[in-house]
């Protein structure tokens, strides 16, 4: 999907790609390095100490797009940032021999401490109006410092936890609760309670039982999947950035993919750029942000199955009740 401006942009493909990366002077295997993934893995790569990450950098833009627009002053630009330490450094890629554009970007160890997105913006002069972006990859790049293998996808994890009485004391005041997701980590959080029902969590944790049983576990791991969708997909809503634009900014990490499968449901037929103006300005000034949690809740249900989940127990149900008649 293609942003909307006020001004021409690209219509081409801008496209990112990791050539090479190497720490402190000695290559990183290519088996940490997935195109596929677009995801860099730099944890447990036969250093525990290093210093710095050399990123070599290749970008393919549409070049006679750019020859023949509106544009004058274009530069290609790759940034790498990460949230979690608000850190943020850029390097401009020069066009080569071969026609397509290369450079080196460094990641500094000490600033970085779990995952930063690597992203290519393409940025000119139109209208007489300067850096203003023209281009940008449609896929950011990932480099994790946390991984061994250059996965794209992060799981979410699930802890079993005693609310009332157990290590974590922030969870007490939910010690009625039967589960809690946090979203503030690098990963999505469910926590369980060990102590909300007794015996929940072993029918939860079953393959088998009665078709009751059954039931129960499709329904209440539905509705914990239903209640994380919706968690995150606020959670990355709230951390959208601007541009000097106010153009919002997508955020990285697991709430890139969360919002990308998710607005296309809870804003249907609206391209990704034009949902978050939508979204963001909703959230920010409040007008049409509490029609919009009705959509919000759909599209979490349609990512757990719910209905479909439910069909199928209730129908396994009445099935077993006729056999027994």
Not at 56 to 71: F, I, N, R, S, T
Not at 75 to 96: D, I, Q
Not at 106 to 118: G, K, N, S
Not at 179 to 197: F, H, K, Q, S
């Amino acid at each position: 999907m293609k942003p909307v401006f006020p001004y021409p942009t690209l219509f081409g493909a801008v496209d990112l790609e990791v050539v090479s990366v190497s720490m402190d002077g000695r290559d990183l295997p290519y088996a940490r390095i997935s195109k596929a993934e677009r995801t860099v893995a730099l944890h447990q790569a036969g250093r525990a100490e290093w210093d710095v990450a050399r990123i070599q950098l290749k970008a393919v833009l549409p070049d006679q797009e750019l020859e023949d627009g509106p544009w004058s002053e274009v530069t290609c630009l790759a940034t790498l940032s990460e949230s979690a330490t608000n850190a943020r450094s850029s390097a401009r890629l020069a066009r080569g021999r071969d026609g397509h554009w290369h450079g080196t970007i460094e990641l500094v160890h000490d600033r970085h401490t779990d995952r930063a997105t690597l992203a290519l913006a393409v940025v000119g002069e139109v209208d007489g109006v300067p850096s203003r972006l023209i281009g940008a990859t449609d896929n950011n790049w990932y480099v994790d410092l946390k991984s061994a293998a250059p996965r794209r996808q992060r799981e979410i994890r699930i802890r079993e936890v005693d609310f009332r009485e157990g290590p974590e004391e922030w969870l007490r005041p939910f010690k009625d609760s039967l589960w809690i997701v946090e979203t503030a980590g690098d990963v999505p959080t469910v926590y369980l309670n060990t102590t909300g029902v007794e015996g929940l969590l072993e029918i939860i944790n079953g393959t088998g039982g009665s078709p009751m049983e059954k039931l129960l576990r499709e329904m209440t791991s539905s509705q914990i999947a239903q209640d994380a969708w919706t968690a995150m997909f606020n959670s990355a809503i709230s951390e959208l950035d601007l541009d000097e634009d106010r153009t919002p900014i997508m955020p990285g990490g697991w709430r890139e993919p969360v919002l990308r499968m998710m607005l296309p449901d809870v804003l249907p037929g609206r391209q990704l750029t034009d949902a978050l103006f939508d979204i963001n300005d909703r959230r920010a000034s409040g007008s049409g942000w509490p029609e919009l949690q009705t959509s919000i809740h759909y599209a979490a249900a349609k990512r757990s199955q719910v209905t479909k989940k439910l069909t199928a127990a209730v129908r396994s149900v009445h099935q077993n009740e006729s056999g027994d008649a």
